[in-house]
């Protein structure tokens, strides 16, 4: 975590993944050069397995829990697995 991000609430991601970004840039500039930028909203994930997302394929669970992996089938969900 770099501070100027942190100060205004943001955390520093690669830009891509960026959702919403503060006015000014440049606030994390330990790790600019990799792409990176103060970000105040991520994007959600996309494309992930339930297991990247913590999660394990079951036939229910709440709706709370439920994420959109690859990889669960049979009408089964992705539930992450909390506790």
């Known amino acids: 975590m770099e501070r100027p991000c942190a100060m205004l609430g943001g955390m520093c991601v690669q830009t891509s993944e960026c959702k919403q970004r503060p006015a000014k840039s ?3 500039p330990e ?16 494309n992930l397995t339930c297991h990247e997302y913590r999660g394990a394929c079951m ?10 992996s690859t990889d669960c089938t049979g009408g089964h969900k992705c539930c992450v697995l909390v506790g």
């Open 26 to 28: 440049g606030l994390c």
């Open 31 to 46: 790790n600019a050069h990799l792409g990176v930028d103060c970000c105040y909203e991520v994007k959600p994930a996309s």
């Open 59 to 68: 036939e229910q669970c709440a709706e709370a829990l439920q994420r959109p």
